[in-house]
Nanobody, 124 residues
């Protein structure tokens, strides 16, 4: 499975961005995949931001609840980010896992497939 992120950039605090993650190379229906968005700021560990299970159930980190929304259309995963804060500055990654559960997972170690990342910078 190959994942390609896009949509990062630089915005001022309070602004919005939408990240996209297109998936390639998996022959089984995308319905069997679980998905996640993660981020990593300089000097910090990678952390889960949002996840979607194969049946569309979502979960979010407390720090982004009410501001970020994860969605999917076919083989493309999205992360709509509103009311951005300087603390949201990080490299953002999408990830995927072949899943047999309807529970969305935010744990980094649960995902074997990763994109290359897209940078999001929020200035104050």
């Amino acid at each position: 499975v190959q994942l390609v992120e896009s949509g990062g950039g630089s915005v001022q605090a309070g602004g919005s961005l939408r990240l996209s993650c297109q998936a390639f190379g998996y022959s089984i229906s995308w319905w069997y995949m679980g998905w996640g968005w993660f981020r990593q700021a300089p000097g910090k560990e990678r952390e889960g931001v949002a996840a979607m299970s194969r049946d569309g159930t979502t979960t979010y980190a407390d720090s982004v609840k009410g501001r970020f929304t994860v969605s999917k259309n076919g083989n493309t995963l999205y992360l709509q980010m509103n009311s951005l804060k300087p603390d949201d500055t990080a490299m953002y990654y999408c990830a995927a896992v072949i899943s047999d559960t309807s529970r969305p997972v935010l744990a980094v170690q649960s995902y074997p497939y990763w994109g290359q990342g897209t940078q999001v910078t929020v200035s104050s």
